[in-house]
């Protein structure tokens, strides 16, 4: 080996190391560089959970709500986004939530009980639709007597605070007078003396349907702030008071006529939606109810297909034909038969129309009676 030899040998020798070097440098920067990412991942996702609970500064009910014998306290917050007043509304009303949700109810209506119990002992689908109606027809209220005792922007966190606050002696008691005040209003309906015939009884105590939904209402809500009131949602006679109206809504007869004085082409299928309504449908003999009404019939044809649009125009009457509601329906068919297209929207309306006038039978024997004697006092 000459010299020159020896030389590139030692050369590549010393190489070795210094590539190695270089190798163990490049790991431990990207280390660093691993290292430094973990940091930042840590503290961002530190801001961000400092950015959605409230911060040190805000004021202690924001964080631990109030401890009041007697009272309730329930805290919301809102996203603040230039609207300070509608975030306001919002976190108040999330507080009123908050509130309500630490006496473990929902203050909205539900179907009462005694439905339930109907149904159990066989009690007619029509008897059940209007009593749910009467439920209904209560307007949807909070427990009374919350209030926004305190509220806070904290634009720093880009968010708006509200404390609601509940009195429960004070609603508790506000809820007995309301009880009360029902109770007294209730009164005369149960020693009432019923003269008619049987929807004429019926609808004198019809109003009384709602006094008692809404008597069960507030029970609920009194129970919710006072666990030992004691109140049965109904007394022992008004609960006589609501079978009254249950069977006399149970015995209603409902007769069919066509307005025209014609052969109609629904007839059998009016009876039958009439039925599947809860109606109790008499072909025969008086009855407290009579449906009268028309069909119109539209036909026409394209590329050889045939479309039919019924349309039907109803009057309920009672047995001095005064009007108790007016219904109007319109249902289409198509087919490549007409008669089979005529069919299907024949159908379709007639079960529409049965359906309509079952669900609206609270509101036209109540709204309308009530309508009736004021014209009769007149």
């Known amino acids: 080996m000459t010299a020159g030899d020896m030389r590139r040998a030692n050369r590549g020798v010393e190489a070795r190391p210094s590539l190695s070097r270089r190798i163990s440098g490049i790991s431990l920067l990207l280390l660093a560089a691993g290292f430094g990412l973990f940091l930042a991942a840590c503290s961002s996702g530190k801001q961000a959970e400092k950015t959605n609970s409230p911060g040190p500064d805000l004021p202690g009910w924001v964080i631990d709500p109030p401890r009041k014998p007697g009272y309730v306290y329930g805290v919301g917050s ?78 720093s966190e880009q968010r708006v605070y509200a404390l609601a606050e509940l009195n429960s002696q004070q609603a508790a008691a506000d809820c007995r007078q309301k009880i009360a005040r029902l109770d007294d209003r209730l009164q005369p309906f ?44 109904l007394t022992s006679s008004q609960e006589h008071l609501l079978e009254r109206i249950v069977t006399l809504l149970d015995t209603l007869k409902i007769g069919i006529a066509h307005g025209k004085g014609s052969a109609n082409p629904i007839e059998a299928s009016l009876r039958k939606a009439l039925i599947d309504a809860g109606f109790k449908v008499s072909l025969t003999g008086q009855t407290d109810l009579l449906l009268q009404y028309s069909v119109d019939l539209q036909i026409s044809e394209r590329k050889g297909i045939f479309f039919v649009t019924a349309s039907a125009a109803a009057t309920l009457l009672n047995r001095q034909k ?50 009736l004697g004021q014209r009769s006092t007149e």
């Not at 809404?214 to 666990?227: F, I, N, T, W």
């Not at 929207?345 to 009676?369: C, M, N, P, W």
């Open 78 to 155: 809102a996203q603040l986004r230039g609207d300070k007043a509608k975030a306001l509304q919002q976190a108040s009303d999330f507080a009123r939530v908050e509130l309500i949700k630490k006496l473990r109810v929902s203050i909205r209506g539900r179907t009462s009980s005694r439905v339930e119990l109907l149904e159990k002992d066989g009690r007619s689908h029509l008897t059940r639709k209007v009593v749910q109606a009467a439920e209904s027809s209560i307007e949807d209220t909070e427990l009374p007597g919350i209030d926004i005792v305190e509220s806070l922007a904290a634009p």
């Open 322 to 371: 005064d009007v108790l509601g007016e219904f109007q329906d319109r249902s289409k068919g198509a087919a490549r038969d007409e008669g089979l297209a005529r069919s299907r929207a024949l159908d379709d309306l007639a079960e529409s129309l049965g359906k309509s006038i079952g669900q609206d039978l609270y509101v036209s024997l109540t709204h309308r009676q009530s309508r």
């Open 190 to 233: 149960r020693s009432k003396a019923l003269q008619g015939d049987t929807l004429q009884k019926a609808q004198a105590l019809l109003p009384a349907l709602r006094l008692l939904q809404k008597r069960r209402r507030l029970v609920r809500k009194l129970q919710l702030l006072d666990p030992n009131a004691g109140l049965p949602e």
